[in-house]
């Protein structure tokens, strides 16, 4: 099995971020605190409870560059954490919000983070050095619903969003004096602060997680309705592609290369897809599953059994194999994983170790090296 490690911190967490020598990680255990723990000698000891927000911490991100975290809350409030004397040291960010703040990330060059929030609003919030506080310009009018999840383009400058309205958008973030301007003349970098670069109505459902390939060339988010969605030459023209699978629901995604995509969510297992030479997409496997379940053999057996429980026909040898099947492909987690998180360096074209979280209050880290074989070329 690829797991490496597996520890349950608290009875559920709702997410979490790594320090960035990989030896700290500060996750929120479904509170208003973020406990920050350290590995050492097969150990993990706390050290750290940063208190400062109101309510449920719905978001954490630690700069790799920089070494600050930034958290966000149902409080309508985000903070950023810098370590100053061996104490986390907070500084209130004005969001100017009047619903729940949902998830946050930092920009490849950390010198500006988005917010996603309830109130249908992208949040871009920069260091002023003038007067030496956070602020914060907005992405207003353009999400009919709550922003569930942001993602940044290599380039700094273009932010992926995904809304409960099911759609999918693309928009530039460029922030004369902050940011600067791409040489390619024409390019979406160099377009206004909120513009729309894009709009995917791919899905019919809420859509979550979203996440940009390595090169930036591919985007890939997920839908309630058990797809997952590749889009291919961002912009005026797009490839789109959808991907429909038996399983519950994904929660997030990690492209683990260019051709290959971890996703995660209510099933409780890593799922694994992956492009063929062709660039057409499509699941491969389970992570700790020997082979993947796509027979239709097993097709046949999931819809009679499905058929019998409608009918309250279902005997308990069927549940039992059922079981059986759940666990033989993993078993880590024992409820929905909410996020995956990498254990690599950021300029890396490949992700060897990650991290997922669930509701059942477990971490567990994965490592790929010795699946190189089974998991393909594409890898």
């Known amino acids: 099995m690829a797991v490496v490690d597996v520890h349950r911190f608290a009875e559920s967490i709702t997410c979490h971020a790594w320090s960035p020598d990989h030896s700290m990680v500060a996750f929120c255990p479904n509170n208003n605190e973020v406990h920050i723990y350290k590995s050492s000698q097969d150990q993990w000891e706390r050290l750290h409870v940063l208190e400062k927000h109101d309510q449920i911490v719905s978001g954490i991100d630690w700069s790799s560059k920089s070494n600050k975290i930034v958290t966000v809350s149902h409080d309508r409030n985000s903070y950023v954490w810098s370590l100053e004397g061996g104490e986390w040291v907070p500084t209130l960010v004005i969001l100017r919000l009047n619903r729940a703040a949902l998830c946050v990330q930092w920009s490849p060059k950390e010198n500006k983070f988005a917010v996603g929030s309830g109130a249908k609003t992208v949040c871009i919030c920069y260091y002023e050095q003038e007067n030496n506080w956070w602020v914060s310009k907005l992405i207003r009018k353009r999400h009919e619903s709550s922003v569930t999840n ?115 969510g209510y099933d409780s297992n890593p799922m694994v897809f992956a492009a063929d030479d062709t660039g057409i997409w499509s699941f491969i496997r389970y992570i700790g599953e020997k082979k993947a379940v796509s027979s239709g053999s097993s097709y046949s057996s999931q819809f009679s059994e499905a058929f019998t429980k ?39 074209p490949k992700v060897m170790r990650f991290s997922t979280s669930g509701l059942d209050g477990k971490i567990a880290i994965w490592d790929l090296e010795n699946m190189e074989e089974e998991l393909g070329h594409q890898f």
């Not at 902050?178 to 859509?207: C, H, M, N």
């Not at 009918?311 to 995956?340: F, L, M, P």
């Open 150 to 264: 942001v993602a940044w383009h290599p380039n700094n400058i273009l932010l992926a969003t995904t809304s409960t309205d099911g759609k999918c958008r693309v928009f530039s973030t460029f922030i004369k004096g902050v940011d600067t301007k791409d040489p390619k003349a024409g390019s979406p970098a160099e377009s206004k602060f909120g513009e729309q670069i894009l709009q995917l109505d791919l899905s019919y459902s809420w859509a979550f997680g979203v996440k940009w390939s390595p090169s930036g060339n591919t985007l890939a988010y997920v839908g309630h309705s058990s797809m997952i969605y590749f889009v291919d030459d961002v912009g005026p023209s797009p490839l789109a592609q959808s991907v429909a699978f038996r399983d519950l629901p994904l929660r997030d995604v990690l492209f683990i290369s260019e051709k290959m995509v971890i996703g995660v």
């Open 310 to 348: 409608f009918y309250g026909q279902s005997k308990a040898t069927t549940a039992n194999e059922a079981s059986e099947s759940s666990k033989s492909r993993g078993g880590v987690h024992d409820n929905c994983i909410n996020s995956i998180v990498p254990l690599s360096k950021a300029e890396s």
